[in-house]
């Protein structure tokens, strides 16, 4: 069986559709509130998977805006369609959910979302892979879709580069990464047998114990490479989604108890190693992610989220510390080691990916450490026996960019920073540039000598902005996104993105014999990493003066 995955731009593919595969053997499970704009879209998404799915079953979960009428219509044209209306919101996603697997009448059951998409031939494609391995679990790729940009994430990739057979999750700790419980088919027998169902009411993060409820249970999973789910991402909706909703702390706090649950289940069914793994991924990526965030965050909000991840990271054994990737390791040391919030700029910024270790660099009686008043929190894995490759090493390169005309060009200015004598040992002498559209397309790249500056090493490249102008007059934007490639005699090559610094991050209008003007405007992501937005033409330029007009009337 032959099998297509998400292309190199990240647009997903269609699944191969085996030839032939046997009829109604798969419930589509999709819970909805208040979507009355989106659902029908996911409905026939499911209808349209083909024979393979026996039945739709819609759970309107109590909905005030229509959506319930949405279904109904729907339903009266296809017969496949069951709606069950809910009398009383539930206040969450597992409710509705553990109602359409009750009444589910095939043999097999999926989940979809009201606002997502299932991409056409999902579900025969999930279908073979279980029939083909008797797995009671099949999982493929799952691609994160911003929208209106259309910008496409894949999500977990490296779980679903190849087809295979995982005899038990213990064998393979990774999949606890893939928390998702909507790209997968699952045997609704085995469910059954196993008493796994999520958990009831108002219970964010309601997939983490479901996840781990159904890991403990010891499946069979088989992956397969191909987009089976399109998860749309709406950060301008009037009700932002749970992953989306993390500015209060309440979002963080139910994230960690949902991750303790997700613990005690793996403990309480004897699987001890999933428990450590669900530990240490933990540190590496739920961390990692809210550290990037809080200095946006409010006072009250930085203070309340540190005193309630040092409580969880309490019950740590170092073992378990030391089992994460080191910035999420050196990151935990310092939430223990610090009672109160300090140096979240530079923790942020280590919390990136890839990280960024910026100065200063202190050091211990052994060692690198964060800061001379915190000599306890080692940065281990930077020198000495079994330090880290270079190529691997957390180096920051700053980025100053200054926008020149006659023709439109940019001159950058970068500063790569020496780390406890690694880089210096690698001895960097050039430095390739990769421009990455955001919304595929080639990546363009240049290359310039480093000059060795006293701790640092400096290049200072030109950017030509015609070349990464839109094609055509009044286009849209785009977003182009600056990766560097540090080239040394020793130790390969470092990847890393650059640090914004310094000033000249604004709008600029710059003139262009081809496309008469540009509008430049460089800025530093929610990372703090440099991308340039570049728009062509007088019409582009009107419409976005009209727009910040609207907005300065608005205010």
């Known amino acids: ?5 998400v292309n190199e731009s990240g647009t997903p593919a269609r699944p191969h559709v085996p030839d032939t595969l046997p009829t109604g053997l798969v419930s589509v499970v999709v819970i909805g509130f208040d979507d009355a704009a989106h659902i029908a879209a996911a409905v026939c998404s499911a209808l349209a998977q083909g024979t393979v ?10 909905s005030t805006d229509g959506t319930g009428a949405v279904l109904d219509r729907l339903a009266a044209r296809h017969p496949r369609l069951r709606v069950i209306h809910r009398t009383v919101n539930s206040g969450g996603c597992g409710t509705p959910r553990n109602d359409g697997v009750r009444a589910a009448g ?33 999982a493929g790729l799952c691609v994160r879709r911003e929208l209106p940009q259309r910008l496409d994430t894949r999500w977990q990739p490296g779980l679903y580069r190849t087809a295979a057979l995982h005899d038990s999750p213990e064998l393979h700790p990774a999949l606890l990464h893939d928390t998702l419980c909507v790209n997968k088919l699952y045997d609704r027998r085995f469910l059954t047998e196993y008493g796994i169902a999520f958990p009831e009411g108002p219970y964010p993060y309601e997939d983490f114990v479901f996840s781990a409820r159904l890991l403990a249970a010891g499946p069979r999973i088989a992956t397969v490479p191909d987009t089976v789910y399109v998860w749309h991402v709406r950060r301008g909706a009037r009700r932002p989604s749970i992953s989306l909703d993390r500015d209060r702390i309440g979002n963080w706090q139910s994230r960690l108890r949902a991750h303790r649950r997700g613990v ?37 909000y930085r203070h309340a989220w540190w005193r309630a991840t040092r409580d969880c990271l309490a019950g740590y054994a170092e073992a378990e510390l030391a089992a994460a990737r080191a910035p999420a390791r050196w990151i935990a040391r310092v939430v223990l080691a610090a009672a109160a919030p300090r140096d979240l700029d530079r923790l942020a910024q280590l919390a990136a990916r890839p990280a960024r270790l910026l100065p200063p660099y202190a050091h211990g009686p052994v060692g690198p450490v964060w800061a001379d008043d915190l000599p306890a929190v080692a940065l281990d894995g930077l020198v000495g026996p079994g330090a880290a490759p270079a190529r691997r090493l957390p180096v920051t390169v700053d980025a100053t960019l200054r926008l020149l005309t006659g023709p439109p060009r940019a001159e950058l200015h970068l500063r790569a920073h020496e780390l ?35 701790p640092s090493w400096t290049a200072r490249p030109r950017i030509d902005l015609g070349l990464l102008a839109t094609p055509g007059s009044g286009r849209g934007p785009c977003t182009w996104d600056l990766r560097v490639r540090l080239r040394c005699t020793h130790g390969g090559a470092i990847r890393t993105a650059v640090r914004a610094t310094g000033g000249g991050l604004r709008r600029r209008a710059l003139p262009s014999a081809r496309h008469g003007v ?17 728009a062509t033409g007088v019409r582009s330029a009107l419409l976005i003066a009209a727009r910040r007009l609207r907005r300065n009337q608005r205010n």
Not at 107 to 133: E, I, N, T
Not at 273 to 292: E, T
């Open 53 to 62: 799915v026996a039945e739709v079953i819609a759970v309107d979960d109590a």
């Open 1 to 5: 069986m032959s099998f297509v995955t």
């Open 106 to 138: 095939a043999p097999y059951v999926m989940f979809l979302d009201s606002d997502d998409v299932l991409p056409q031939g999902a579900v025969a494609a999930l279908l073979a892979a279980a029939l083909r391995h008797d797995a009671p679990v099949a």
């Open 518 to 534: 540009l509008l430049v405007r460089p800025y530093a992501s929610a990372s703090g990493s440099l991308a340039l937005r570049i």
């Open 264 to 300: 005690e289940i793996y403990r309480a069914a004897g699987r001890e190693p999933l428990a450590r793994a669900a530990r240490v991924k933990f540190l590496d990526h739920d961390l990692r992610m809210y550290i990037r965030e809080l200095p946006a965050r409010s006072d009250g």
């Open 420 to 454: 406890y004598g690694r880089l210096a040992a690698a001895r960097p002498h050039t430095v390739d540039v990769e421009l990455r559209p955001r919304d595929g397309g080639p990546t363009l790249e240049f290359s310039a000598r480093l000059t060795a500056e006293g």
